[in-house]
C-alpha cells in the first residue's frame, strides 16, 4: 500500500513537472506554428495546432514589411559596440577600486552604486534633451554612450578582482611587469567568469531593450529590431498574427538557439549575478 | 613603502575617470538637470520661452485624478507582481530541490523567457489573449468556462499585464531561490531530523532564515523592477483600455513631448518613491535577515 503511494505520488510529481514545462515552453512553439500558417488557418475555430504547408513566405512578407536589414545591422552595432566601451571602461575602473587606496575611493564606488540605483525610465528626459543639443540624435550613439559605465560590471568585478591573492601582483611586479600587464596577464585571465557573465547579460539586456530605443530614437535610420518588430503590428494590421508572430520569430530565434546549446552556463551566469 | 611618485598618486582617478565620467554624465548630472527642469514650464521648440513656474507642476501633480489612477495602477500591479511572484518562486524552487534530468529540463524551460525581449513575450501573449481566435479563450471553453476579453476590457487588463509579467520572471527568481536552497549544508538538516523536527518547522525555522538574504534581494530588485513597469503596457494595452493599465512610467512617457515639465515633475516623484522604498526595505529587513 505505502509502495503504491509512493508510486501515485511520484505520477502525480511527474505530471504537475510537465504541466509546468508546457506552460513555459508553449507559448515559444505556438509562436513558431502560427508563423508558418495561412491567415484562414490562424482564425479557425478549434485551433490549428499544426500548419497544413509551412507558409515560408510568411517571412518574406515580415521582413519586407520595414527596412529589417537595418534594424537588424542597428541592433548588432549597438550591442557590440556597447560591451566593447564597457569593457574599456569598466576593467581599469575595478581594478583601481580593488587594487588602490587612495582618497575618494569609497566616495566614488558609492556613487557607481548609487547610479546602479538610478534607473533609465527616471531620466530619460534629461538625457534627450543633452543629447538632442550635442546633436547626435539621429546617430546611433544616444543608444550606445548613455551605457559606457556599467555600474553592475563595475561592482561585479571589483568583487572579483579583490579575491585574486596581493601576492601574485607583488610577484609580477618583482618581474618588472607594469601595471596593464598585470591586469592583461594575471586580472582578466582569472576573472573571465565574471567578466563572462558582465558580458551575457549586456548582450541580453541591450539587444532586448525597448524603452531605451523608443524614447530616443525619431527616425527608422537608427531604430533596433525590438522597435521594428512592435511596429509590425502597427503597419500588418491588428488581425495578421501570422506575420507579425514571423517577424517575432526572426527577433528569438538567435537567442533561443544560443540558449538551446548554453542554457547551463547561461542560467548558471544569471544567477550567479542574482545571489552575488 | 617608499614615497609615491606623482604618477602613483594620480593614477587610481586616472583608472577611474572614464567610468566616473560615463556616471555623472549620464546619471547624475540628469537628475539635477531633471529637478531643474520639473520647476520650469519648458519649450521644446525654443529653449529661451522657458518659464520658471516654482512648485506649480508639483501642485499639478497632486490635484490630477489621472496621476492618482497610474500612482494605483503601479501599487496594484508592484504588489500583485512581486508577491505572487515571490511565493511561486519559493514554492517552485523547493519543488524542484533534487538532481535529475527532468528537473534540469524543467528548470532550463522556466528560465527561459527571462532572456527573451518583452516585445515578443508581449505580442505572443497578445495573440494568446485575443478574445475570438485566441488559444486562451479556446482552452478556457473547452473546459466549460466563460471566455475572457483579457488585455481588452478595463476590468481584466491589469490582470492580464500581471499575469504576463509573473510568466516572464518566475523562473529566473525560483533559480535564484534554487541556488540559495543548494548551498544551505546538508547537516544543518540532518541535525533536524535528529530532532524529529516536522517538515513545516524544518523549513520555517531552518530554510526560511537561511535564504532570507536572497528573498530579501529578490523582494528590492523586484519591487524597484515593478514601479519602473512600461514595455508590457506600452505594447500589449497603451495604457487602456480607460486608463486601466497606465502605470507611473507610461504616464511620465505621455507627457514626455507635450510637457516636459510636467514629465520630469512625475519623473522625481518616481525617483522619490523608488529611493523610499530602497532605504525602508535596507531599514525594517536588516533586523530580521539572517545573514551568513
Known amino acids: ?276 | 613603502m617608499g614615497k609615491k611618485t606623482f604618477w602613483e598618486i594620480i593614477r587610481p582617478y586616472v583608472m577611474i575617470f572614464p567610468a566616473m565620467l560615463g556616471i555623472f554624465v549620464f546619471v547624475i548630472y540628469p537628475v539635477f538637470y531633471l529637478i531643474r527642469l520639473s520647476l520650469y514650464k519648458y519649450n521644446l521648440l525654443n529653449k529661451a520661452k522657458s518659464t520658471f513656474v516654482g512648485l506649480s507642476n508639483y501642485k499639478q501633480i497632486f490635484t490630477r485624478e489621472d496621476f492618482y489612477v497610474a500612482l494605483t495602477n503601479t501599487i496594484v500591479y508592484t504588489v500583485g507582481v512581486v508577491l505572487i511572484t515571490m511565493l511561486l518562486s519559493v514554492i517552485i524552487a523547493l519543488w524542484l530541490n533534487k538532481k535529475g534530468f527532468f528537473n534540469g529540463l524543467v528548470q532550463a524551460g522556466i528560465f527561459t523567457p527571462h532572456i527573451i525581449s518583452i516585445v515578443s513575450i508581449a505580442l505572443v501573449w497578445m495573440w494568446l489573449m485575443e478574445p475570438s481566435y485566441g488559444l486562451l479563450n479556446f482552452v478556457l471553453k473547452s473546459v466549460g468556462l466563460p471566455p475572457s476579453k483579457w488585455l481588452q476590457s478595463s476590468s481584466t487588463a491589469m490582470m492580464s499585464v500581471m499575469i504576463v509579467s509573473i510568466w516572464h520572471s518566475v523562473g529566473y527568481y525560483s533559480l535564484i531561490v534554487l541556488a540559495a536552497l543548494q548551498s544551505i549544508p546538508p547537516s544543518i538538516y540532518e541535525a533536524a531530523a535528529l530532532d524529529n523536527a516536522s517538515k513545516f518547522k524544518t523549513f520555517y525555522k531552518i530554510t526560511l532564515p537561511l535564504i532570507s538574504p536572497q528573498l530579501f534581494f529578490i523582494l528590492i530588485i523586484m519591487t524597484i523592477g515593478s514601479f519602473k513597469v512600461f514595455d508590457t503596457v506600452r505594447i500589449m494595452t497603451g495604457g487602456g483600455p480607460n486608463n486601466a493599465t497606465t502605470t507611473l512610467v507610461y504616464y511620465i512617457y505621455k507627457f514626455r513631448t507635450t510637457n516636459i515639465g510636467y514629465a520630469s515633475a512625475t519623473g522625481v516623484v518616481l525617483m522619490i518613491i523608488v529611493a523610499i522604498l530602497t532605504f525602508v526595505y535596507f531599514k525594517v529587513l536588516s533586523k530580521r535577515i539572517h545573514y551568513q
Not at chain 1, 559606457?148 to 568585478?157: E, H, K, P
Request: glycine share 4%; net charge positive; no cysteine.
Open chain 1, 1 to 276: 500500500m505505502a509502495f503504491q503511494l509512493r508510486y501515485l505520488w511520484r505520477a502525480l510529481d511527474f505530471l504537475i513537472k510537465a504541466v509546468v514545462l508546457i506552460v513555459f515552453v508553449f507559448p515559444f512553439l505556438w509562436m513558431i506554428s502560427t508563423s508558418l500558417q495561412t491567415l484562414e488557418e490562424t482564425l479557425n475555430f478549434p485551433p490549428t495546432w499544426i500548419p497544413a504547408v509551412p507558409q515560408w513566405i510568411n517571412f518574406v512578407e515580415a521582413m519586407t514589411a520595414g527596412p529589417f536589414l537595418t534594424y537588424f545591422k542597428n541592433s548588432v552595432i549597438i550591442t557590440v559596440t556597447i560591451i566593447v566601451i564597457q569593457w574599456a571602461v569598466m576593467v581599469p575602473a575595478a581594478y583601481a577600486f580593488a587594487k588602490y587606496s587612495f582618497a575618494g575611493n569609497k566616495l566614488f564606488f558609492s556613487l557607481v552604486l548609487l547610479a546602479f540605483m538610478i534607473p533609465g525610465q527616471v531620466t530619460f528626459i534629461p538625457v534627450y534633451l543633452m543629447l538632442a543639443d550635442w546633436g547626435i540624435l539621429n546617430t546611433l550613439w544616444p543608444q550606445i554612450i548613455p551605457f559606457m559605465s556599467n555600474a553592475f560590471g563595475i561592482f561585479l568585478l571589483r568583487q572579483f578582482f579583490m579575491q585574486i591573492p596581493q601576492e601574485l601582483i607583488e610577484s609580477a611586479k618583482l618581474d618588472n611587469a607594469n601595471e596593464f600587464k598585470i591586469i592583461w596577464k594575471i586580472m582578466i585571465p582569472m576573472s573571465i567568469p565574471a567578466l563572462a557573465t558582465i558580458t551575457l547579460f549586456s548582450f541580453v539586456s541591450h539587444w532586448n531593450d525597448y524603452f531605451w530605443p523608443l524614447v530616443m530614437t525619431d527616425s527608422t535610420a537608427v531604430r533596433p529590431l525590438t522597435i521594428g518588430i512592435a511596429k509590425l503590428r502597427e503597419t500588418e494590421g491588428i488581425s495578421n498574427w501570422h506575420i507579425i508572430m514571423a517577424g517575432n520569430v526572426v527577433l528569438v530565434l538567435p537567442i533561443l538557439v544560443v540558449y538551446a546549446f548554453a542554457s547551463k552556463q547561461i542560467v548558471k551566469a544569471f544567477v550567479y549575478s542574482g545571489i552575488k
